[in-house]
């Protein structure tokens, strides 16, 4: 048999794909190793959202290399698909392929290992008109299943480059292809799947008979799910419909990662961001309408260029009066080929690292806050694995997200078990099981 060893860079979607270029492999009777064996191919599924996600792709690039000189190097995703001739410069390339057929790598891999010429195929964005197919059948965990629902984007915020990496057309995919996963993953044993893309927000727009919350309605009818998780969604689209959609399956988790990226009108507009604070704060509003103790996570970007004192201090204003459970700070990243890498007034970088500290600080203590309300209460908390550090404790989330510690019994692994919060402790509860 030969072996495949595979190096993930970025996000779930990436994750996941990853995980269905594995099963193709599999199925073409190759073996997967571990990322730091030996191997006789090494596929690295890279990332561009940063400048130092490309660094580290083009890292792991060269240190596959060094593992088995003579490898076969097969470089896909994001960072391949906005500069292919970058890759291509970089010696003993095999295959390079962009964000759209995936689904080849095995044949193109075995088509190289008879060139002596990096194959290529990677194609214009703008040609990815439909959802490429490409399932899993299995995770590594047991417990909680990312599937991949949607592809590309259309919001061109200025900041950003996934559009240009993932192409500007959404993508849905059917629920055709997604229920018989669903029902696959949930027969062997998931409890709770992750419904993730690279705008999931948009799900649906492009197909005539669905959108996500209808989506999420029949998925939570599987027999034997318990939970449903949304990664991050954009803020317009929760209205009083989708909420009730959401509460109707009775098994959507109350957390929500709400991007809001700054917290000042004159900001969000320069990143061409489709709403206001206040229109986000309606939103929010909304949600703990419908779920009081909903978890609300976001992500926020800190030196964004022209943000002056004022507008900074206007996002830490906003950030106190919408109380997140957790914030995800950024410090801006100038991307070739967005349109705020040519504004004017970009920012130093220590003006970033203080802006950055201040808000990190304040989030921590929005975390601790929010996890103190759940003190001497019962949850109930789906746990995944054994913390390989103290091998006496035993990690797992609440439907809120809160991630809690209880001592060690193996029965729980995989299984969602009522617990008495104890304390809170560094962002994370102390709880003792009442199974």
């Known amino acids: 048999m030969e072996r495949v060893a595979f190096r993930t860079l970025g996000c779930k979607v990436n994750q996941y794909e990853t995980e269905a270029m594995e099963k193709l492999f599999r199925d073409a009777d190759y073996s997967i190793v571990p990322d730091e064996e030996s191997a006789d191919i090494y596929v690295i599924n890279t990332c561009t959202v940063t400048n130092l996600s490309a ?19 097969a470089v896909v995703g994001c960072y391949s698909q906005v500069a292919p001739d970058e890759i291509e410069a970089i010696k003993d390339i095999d295959v390079i392929i962009g964000t759209n057929n995936r689904g080849k790598i095995v044949e ?27 399932d899993i059948d299995n995770i590594e965990s047991k417990t909680r299943a990312y599937i991949k629902i949607q592809d590309g984007c259309n919001q061109y915020c200025s900041y950003c480059i996934i559009p240009y990496a993932r192409g500007g057309a959404i993508r849905s995919r059917g629920l055709d292809g997604i229920i018989p996963e669903v029902e696959n993953l949930v027969e062997k044993g998931f409890k709770e799947i992750v419904l993730t893309g690279i705008h999931v927000a948009s799900y ?22 318990e939970r449903i998780r949304l990664s991050s969604i954009e803020p317009n689209l929760i209205d009083n419909a989708f909420m009730k959609s959401l509460v109707k399956t009775n098994k959507v988790c109350d957390h929500f990662h709400l991007s809001l990226q700054s917290g000042s009108n004159t900001i969000l507009k320069r990143m061409n961001r489709k709403y206001t604070k206040e229109e986000y704060k309606t939103r929010v509003d909304l949600i703990r309408k419908y779920m009081p103790n909903a978890g609300i996570t976001t992500d926020i970007i800190v030196g964004f260029p022209g943000e002056t004192e004022e ?37 130093n970088g220590n003006t970033k690292n203080k802006r950055s500290k201040t808000l ?21 908390i789906l746990y995944e694995v054994e913390n390989n550090k103290e091998s006496s404790i035993l990690e797992g989330y609440t439907t809120n997200y809160i991630r809690v510690k209880t001592p060690l019994d193996k029965r729980f692994i995989g299984n969602i078990v009522n617990t008495h919060i104890l304390n809170k402790k560094n962002g994370f509860l102390i709880g003792e099981s009442r199974r």
């Not at 075995?110 to 002596?116: F, G, R």
């Not at 197909?207 to 027999?223: P, V």
């Not at 990190?360 to 109930?380: A, P, V």
């Open 204 to 225: 649906g727009r492009d197909l005539s008979n669905t959108n996500l919350g209808q989506a999420i309605e029949k998925i939570g009818s599987i027999d034997g799910l």
């Open 311 to 347: 507008e900074f201090n206007q996002t830490l204003e906003f950030v106190k009066e919408i109380g997140f459970s957790r914030i995800h700070v950024f410090k801006y990243s100038p991307r070739k080929g967005t349109p705020a890498a040519k504004f004017e007034n970009q920012i």
């Open 55 to 73: 660094r580290k792709s083009r890292q792991f690039i060269r240190q596959s290399k060094k593992l088995n000189k003579d490898a076969l190097i």
């Open 360 to 380: 990190i600080e304040l989030g921590d203590k929005m975390t601790e806050t929010f996890n103190q309300k759940f003190i001497d209460s019962n949850m109930e």
């Open 108 to 134: 193109l891999c075995e088509e190289a290992k008879n060139k002596d010429q990096t194959i290529n195929i990677v194609r214009d964005r703008r040609t990815y008109k439909k959802y490429e197919s490409i």
